[in-house]
C-alpha cells in the first residue's frame, strides 16, 4: 500500500486539479492576454503520461480529479483521457471525476462526458448578457455556451455556473444570474478575481468585487442560510431559503480558505503548484520521463507536498496587489 499524501501541517492531500492544456478558444479577460502565446505542444505531457501522473496520485490518495485548461476540452483525443480515467472510478480508487469548461464544446462531449463517469461540471459563466459576454470573453458567443449547458443538463450532467465577480461588469446582474440558475436548477459559486499573469490594460483593482459586498447586496433580497455543504474545493455555501439553491462563495482575498486545503494543481507540462497563490513549483515531468517505475515518481511527489505552504499571500488591502504572481490563470488550470 503506497503511503498516502500529508502536507507539513497534516492536511491531507486528496484532489488533484489538472491542466491538460494551456490553450483556449476563449481570452477571457482576466484570465489571459488576448494576444497569449502558448506552449508549444512538444511540451505538454502525452495522454498517456497524463494517465500515468494521475494514476500515480490515484495510487497515493487523491480521491477527487478535475480536468481543467485552458480550455481542456479542445485538446485533441482528450475524451480518450477521459475514459481512461473511468476505469479508477469503477475499482473504487476515484471518487469523482469532473471537469471546469467555458462551455463552448459541451454539446459536442456531454453524452460522451457522462459515458465516462463524468456526474458534474463546472462552467465558466459571468455574465447572461450577449454584448457583455463577447467583451469579456473577446473571442466567445454566448449562444454557443448555452447550447453546450443544454446539451449538459439533457445528457444527465449536474451543472453548476461560476461566475467571477468583476465590480462594474456584472454587479447589475446579480439577481439576474441567481434567478437564471435557480430556474434551471443550477446551483451558483462567484469568485473573487485573482492577481495572475499580466493583463496589460487590465486593472486589477478596479476589477475587484469583494464577495462580502456581493454577499451583502444579496441578502437584501433572499434569506442566507449557511450549509454545511462541501464539495472537495475552497468554496463555502449558503443556502437560499426562498428557492432552495446553493450559492458558494470563493473568497482567496477577503477571506483566506487555506486552513482547510486539499489541493494541488498539475499543468499540462507536469509542472505541480502546491499553491495557486505561490510561485513555487515542482517538475515532475522530469521524474516521470525518467523511468517506467513510478517509484522516482513517488519520491518527487512526496517531497513536494513536503513543501506545500500554509497559505497563499493575495491582498488587494492598500489598493495594491499584494502577493500577485506571474503566471496566468489558465497555466494552472485555476
Known amino acids: 500500500m503506497t503511503e498516502k499524501l500529508v502536507d507539513p501541517f497534516q492536511r491531507a492531500i486528496s484532489y488533484l486539479r489538472v491542466s491538460v492544456t494551456d490553450r483556449c478558444d476563449f481570452r477571457c479577460v482576466y484570465c489571459m492576454s488576448e494576444a497569449m502565446q502558448f506552449l508549444p505542444k512538444k511540451e505538454l505531457l502525452t495522454l498517456e503520461e497524463l494517465d500515468r501522473m494521475c494514476s500515480t496520485f490515484i ?3 487523491v ?3 478535475r480536468i481543467t485548461g485552458g480550455e481542456p476540452l479542445v485538446r485533441r483525443e482528450i475524451m480518450t483521457f477521459f475514459h481512461a480515467m473511468s476505469r479508477h472510478l469503477e475499482d473504487g480508487s476515484l471518487d469523482e471525476l469532473t471537469l471546469t469548461t467555458n462551455g463552448s464544446q459541451l454539446a459536442r462531449f456531454a ?3 457522462f459515458a465516462a463517469g463524468v456526474r458534474r ?3 465558466s459563466l459571468d455574465t447572461l448578457d450577449e454584448a457583455k459576454f463577447a467583451r469579456v470573453t473577446r473571442w466567445g458567443r454566448l449562444p454557443q455556451v448555452m447550447k453546450g449547458i443544454d446539451a449538459a443538463q439533457n445528457a444527465g450532467l449536474r451543472v453548476k455556473i461560476n461566475a467571477v465577480a468583476l465590480k462594474g461588469f456584472n454587479e447589475d446582474e446579480l439577481f439576474t444570474l441567481v434567478d437564471w440558475c435557480a430556474g434551471r436548477d443550477m446551483d451558483l459559486t462567484f469568485i473573487e478575481v485573482m492577481p495572475m499573469g499580466d493583463m496589460g490594460e487590465e486593472d486589477r483593482i478596479g476589477q475587484y468585487w469583494a464577495l462580502s459586498d456581493l454577499r451583502r447586496d444579496l441578502a437584501t433580497r433572499y434569506t442566507l442560510i449557511d450549509s454545511a455543504k462541501r464539495t472537495g474545493g475552497p468554496a463555502r455555501y449558503v443556502t437560499l431559503a426562498e428557492t432552495g439553491q446553493n450559492i458558494g462563495f470563493i473568497t482567496p482575498l477577503t477571506h483566506n480558505f ?7 494543481r498539475l499543468t499540462c507540462t507536469g509542472q505541480l503548484f502546491m499553491c495557486l497563490g505561490q510561485e513555487d513549483m515542482v517538475d515532475l515531468r522530469e521524474p516521470l520521463r525518467a523511468s517506467d517505475n513510478n517509484e522516482i515518481l513517488q519520491n518527487a511527489i512526496r517531497a513536494a507536498i513536503s513543501l506545500k505552504p500554509k497559505g497563499h499571500d493575495f491582498d488587494y488591502s492598500r489598493q495594491e496587489v499584494a502577493g500577485q504572481v506571474s503566471r496566468h490563470m489558465s497555466h494552472t488550470g485555476g
Not at 258 to 264: D, K, M, Q, W
Open 59 to 61: 495510487g497515493m490518495g
Open 63 to 65: 480521491r477527487k480529479l
Open 111 to 113: 453524452d460522451d462526458l
Open 121 to 123: 461540471v463546472n462552467v
Open 258 to 264: 487555506c486552513e482547510s486545503c486539499n489541493r494541488v
